[in-house]
């Protein structure tokens, strides 16, 4: 068999694989299923039903391992773009997403799902904050320093604050890459102070209210779909514990601990376990009192065992990734620290895929 036959056959089998899933979740019939594989022969390739793919989008979140937030996976949105052909019509497709997922603050888990093989989101996430890398060090997130040369290198022009919006960028086919802006009315964000420590709105910190992830590609029935945002809301300690903590990122732990007076020159004052858990007070504090959706680690880890005794009543195995799923703040006061979790891979799912630059 060549490797094109090999493709086809293991396509062919994914595509049945998800269709018999679909139809027991669904109680659809046998005949059903004989009848919709028929369908798939006569046109040669699987094309889902946007109702296929909206089920197949849903249960691929269920089957992602390294997320906590997996209780409310049947009730994704799903957008079906299939039909997009150019760089604007995506662009103006992403709107949409930003301004149905943030819904002023009470987020909505979203997907939007363009057609496979031919579209790339070179972006991380729709928002993220451009990385630059100057004489006098890092300015922004160092994360995107590699994304934010191309764009300059394409012909966009950041200011140099250390929370500069990145442009999309947008390619079809082998084109060249298109940038767009994201016009700043879709770009909620929150400004990061602390119910008692009023020094640290001093360092106007903020951070944006909605993490969609643009660079993973969708697999369902054995397509793959390069291009399908999605989002969530945050987990506070993404943000306060990682984002803004890393040594490697924005780098605050000091900051946060001088403004609270800590002795930073001995380990065993816990000055950096105490900035920590300050600064993820603050996040908290922060979006709770804007109205924008978060959930704290202790109510996510709640949530998650919800998930759990979901999953086992009806009869699947759940899957994790056990490194993945405790939170980096106090893990071991949330149960999943003290359960192991298997780390089988299951279809559908989101996959990370070779980066387009
Ligand atoms: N950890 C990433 C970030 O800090 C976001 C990943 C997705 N998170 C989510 N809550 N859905 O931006």
Redesign the pocket.
Same mark, same amino acid.
């Given at each position: 068999m060549t490797q094109l036959h090999e493709n086809i056959e293991k396509q062919r089998k994914e595509a049945i694989e998800f269709l018999t899933l679909y139809k027991n979740e669904n109680a659809l019939s046998n005949q059903w299923l004989r009848d919709r594989l028929d369908e798939i022969k006569q046109e040669q390739k699987y094309i889902p039903t946007t109702e296929e793919l909206v089920f197949g989008a849903r249960v691929a979140w269920r089957n992602s391992n390294r997320?906590i937030?997996r209780l409310f996976w049947n009730s994704l949105q799903v957008f079906d773009e299939r039909q997009v052909e150019t760089e604007e019509e995506v662009y103006k497709a992403l709107l949409r997403h930003i301004e149905f997922a943030t819904n002023g603050g009470k987020i909505r888990p979203t997907i939007t799902i363009f057609k496979p093989n031919s579209i790339r989101i070179w972006n991380y996430?729709l928002i993220?904050y451009a990385g630059y890398e100057t004489e006098e060090g890092i300015i922004g997130d160092s994360d995107s320093i590699e994304l934010t040369r191309i764009c300059e290198e394409l012909g966009w022009k950041g200011e140099r604050t250390p929370f500069d919006i990145l442009p999309f960028v947008i390619q079809i086919g082998s084109n060249k890459p298109a940038l767009f802006e994201i016009p700043k009315k879709y770009v909620l964000e929150v400004a990061i102070r602390h119910p008692q420590y009023e020094e640290l709105a001093q360092l106007n910190l903020k951070w944006y209210a909605v993490?969609m992830?643009s660079n993973m590609k969708l697999s369902v029935g054995g397509i793959e779909f390069n291009a399908a945002p999605f %989002?969530?809301?945050?987990?506070g300690t993404?943000?306060g514990a990682? %984002?803004l903590a890393d040594v490697n990122r924005y780098n605050l732990l000091p900051t946060v601990a001088r403004i609270m007076g800590l002795e930073t020159k001995s380990n065993i004052s816990l000055w950096k376990d105490r900035a920590l858990v300050e600064l993820n007070l603050a996040v908290l504090h922060s979006f709770k009192e804007d109205g924008v959706s978060i959930v704290d680690h202790h109510t996510a880890a709640q949530q998650f065992k919800l998930f759990e005794q979901q999953e086992v009543e009806a009869n699947r195995q759940v899957t994790g990734n056990w490194s993945w799923l405790i939170p980096p703040v106090s893990p071991a006061t949330t149960h999943i620290f003290h359960k192991p979790i298997e780390n089988l891979i299951k279809k559908p799912n989101y996959f990370y895929q070779k980066n387009p630059f």
């Open positions: 997320c937030g996430q993220r993490p992830v %989002n969530g809301w945050y987990m993404e943000i990682r %984002n």
